[in-house]
Structures are given as C-alpha cells and as structure tokens.
C-alpha cells in the first residue's frame, strides 16, 4: 500500500522547536519531490516546505524562511521539516506529500499526488 505517515506533531511553547518525519511505505521517495503542507482551522491548506528529487533544491513560503528546514534521507525512506522559533501562527494540521511540481511548483495544490494523513502541531504557553 502506497503512503506517507507523518509523526513528530504535539504541543510547543512559542519559540520552541519540533521535527516533523514523513515516512514512505510501497514506494521509493528518492524519486519523488515531497514536501510539507498545513492547515490551521479557517484557512486554506497552504505550501510550507518542499525539496526536489532532481537537484535537492529546496523551497519555502515566505513566513516559514529562516525557520523551517525540510532535508531527506533517501536511505530510510524519510523527510523530515525541522521547525524552529516556533509561532503561534504555525499552528495547523501538517501534512507531508509528494509532487509532480517543477521548482517552487511543488508549494501548490494542484502538483500534490500523495497526501499523508497530517499530524497536529499546537503552539501555545
């Protein structure tokens, strides 16, 4: 069965840090572009982070620059997003993903083919 389980969510004060990992099942993720989504409650899911299979460029939205890293490990089969200076305003449903995108395509919807189920991510005092 091809599909992304995300874990790493919970609760983090403001300015604390997680690690999201993404692991693969029934396919290889070294070939793939994958990438970080979310979705705060009201808002629509949004492009956080992605990496290319091709040049292992990375991309981010702008609100996450500087804050967010997203690396892979080819060899576990596994992405992860490691957030930094966490904010409130990061708080949301993180889901990772697989992209057919080209560039900073892979940061939009429609270049989504593989959804994980998300996991939660709270940031609160």
């Known amino acids: 069965q091809v599909q992304l389980v995300e874990s790493g969510g919970g609760l983090v004060q403001p300015g604390g840090s997680l690690r999201l990992s993404c692991a693969a099942s029934g396919f290889g993720l070294d070939y793939n572009t994958v990438g970080w989504f979310r979705q705060a409650p009201g808002k629509e899911r949004e492009g956080v982070s992605c990496i290319s299979s091709s040049d292992g460029n990375t991309y981010y939205t702008d609100s996450v620059k500087g804050r967010f890293t997203i690396s892979r490990d080819n060899a576990k089969n596994t992405v992860y997003l490691q957030m930094n200076n966490l904010k409130p305003e990061d708080a949301a449903v993180y889901y990772c993903?697989?992209?057919?995108?080209?560039?900073?395509?892979?940061?939009?919807?429609?270049?989504?083919?593989?959804w994980g189920q998300g996991t939660l991510v709270t940031v609160s005092s």
């Open positions: 993903t697989t992209s057919r995108g080209i560039g900073s395509s892979c940061l939009y919807r429609y270049s989504v083919e593989i």
